[in-house]
């Protein structure tokens, strides 16, 4: 019976924490406007490829959606969905009375891994997920797992803002608008052991040696630390809730853009007695746009109706000058971009995974460290995205997800450069997860 099933479930979300939430995803100028009185609560259980969804009587009829489609309707207060890809899932919950909406609820829930995904040290937040419940006036989110972190302690930063910390693996939103895109980000910090940190300072004493450089405090400092990142992308709901909830998405491609750039129009080199005072730079701030940048990786992924699927992949560099001490320039070259290019690719009718490999060198100087990173995607037909890698903290680094062809773009990932220094190992990487 219902009842049995609802009391199993809330007790059994009592252990599990973060895997149940409830949700009444409506403003209050959609209740004043359509009646919608936000009372909907649903609830969800995930395993390896099932979830289970249910909700309490608010309606005649309920209409449910899977990944934007339409999956079923009638007046059940139940839904089982089987047989799931392995990954993130979105599934809204629509009640009516006479013919109208009256309440929806939405969420976003990863499946349970078939294979536990164990940390490594390429990444130790690689198996984490993040889960999103959009309220009537709260985003909620949470972890499947303990980020890294020296106390348990996370700061939780809003598109680049830090809004709040949190000591569970949640946390709660409430200051939050209609029809916004919100890009979240949860940070953990943690202090490496004693003999790698050794190991390190050894490493480092060669490098100042062999280049001529000296380290600040703050950055042998940063050297003893690793910055952990998981993340999601929640877009609230919006005001205009009938047409959104009957408009078909069909989105035949999508594109993940990662770019590297030097925020500023030049940039000091840091090693002393190669003749090259300043490199130029991009000039510019974050942006999918832009056509300045160090590097640029585009990978397409495009799903057509037979099931066949596509997938490409288009690297660029952009020019590399450099200035004498009397500011003239010096000379202008473009670097290879064989060192970049995706690998252990797999696609279905569904999604496409693949890994990213990328390191791009100075044209000039084969010695300066090159700019490094790598990353682990599965993009699926639904518009959903999971991410996972770790990169150098210089230059600058983006990551969007666009539809393709369309307009629709979604900031994934967004990082500042900490300085040029951390070009060299062994200055730690930044680590990332993100699950739109």
């Known amino acids: 019976m219902i009842w049995k099933k609802f009391l199993f479930l809330f007790f059994f979300s009592l252990f599990l924490g973060s895997w149940f939430y409830w949700g009444k995803p409506l403003s209050a100028k959609e209740e004043e406007n359509s009646n919608l009185h936000g009372k909907l609560r649903v609830q969800y259980e995930a395993s390896r490829d099932t979830i289970d969804v249910i909700w309490n009587k608010t309606g005649e009829k309920y209409q449910v959606y899977l990944d934007q489609k339409k999956v079923w309707s009638g007046s059940k207060q139940e839904k089982t969905f089987t047989d799931l890809e392995e990954g993130p ?161 069909y989105r035949p491609g999508y594109i993940v853009r990662y770019m590297t750039f030097i925020p500023t129009a030049y940039a000091d080199n840091p090693l002393a007695g190669t003749g090259v005072a300043k490199f130029g730079g991009d000039n510019r701030g ?26 490409y992949d288009a690297p660029d560099v952009g020019r590399t000058t450099y200035y004498d001490s009397k500011g003239f320039l010096g000379g202008s070259d473009w670097a290879s971009v064989d060192g970049i290019y ?55 680094h983006e990551i969007y997800i666009m539809t393709y062809p369309g307009d629709t773009i979604s900031t994934v990932h967004r990082h500042s450069i900490v300085s040029f220094l951390h070009l060299f190992p062994p200055l730690p990487n930044c680590y990332f997860n993100y699950t739109l």
């Open 89 to 249: 899932h979105q599934i809204k919950v629509i009640a009516f009375n006479d013919g109208k909406v009256t309440d929806i609820s939405k969420i976003k829930v990863s499946t349970v891994p078939s294979v536990v995904r164990k940390r490594n040290e390429k990444n130790p937040v690689a198996h984490i997920s993040v889960d999103s419940v959009v309220l009537k006036n709260q985003i909620r989110l949470s972890w499947s797992h303990p980020i890294p972190d020296d106390n348990q302690q996370y700061e939780v930063y809003r598109n680049e803002e830090k809004i709040g910390e949190a000591t569970q693996q949640y946390f709660v939103d409430t200051n939050i608008k209609p029809n916004q895109e919100y890009n979240y980000e949860i940070i953990g910090k943690k202090k490496i052991d004693r003999e790698t940190q050794k190991k390190n300072q050894e490493q480092m004493a060669q490098v100042e040696k062999k280049y001529k450089i000296k380290l600040k405090p703050e950055d042998k400092e940063a050297m003893n630390y690793r910055t952990y990142t998981v993340g999601t992308t929640v877009n609230s709901l919006s005001t205009d809730i009938e047409t959104k909830t009957q408009a078909t998405e």
């Open 342 to 396: 995706p690998h252990n690719i797999t696609k279905t009718s569904s999604y496409v995974s693949y890994s990213m490999e990328h390191s791009v060198g100075n044209p000039f100087d084969p010695g300066y460290p090159n700019i490094d990173y790598e990353y682990n995607a599965t993009i699926y037909k639904s518009g959903s995205l999971s991410i996972d890698g770790n990169h150098d903290q210089a230059p600058n």
């Open 286 to 311: 974050f942006s999918w746009s832009s056509n300045k940048y160090r590097t640029r990786s585009d990978i397409y992924a495009i799903f057509y109706d037979s099931g066949h699927t596509s997938f």
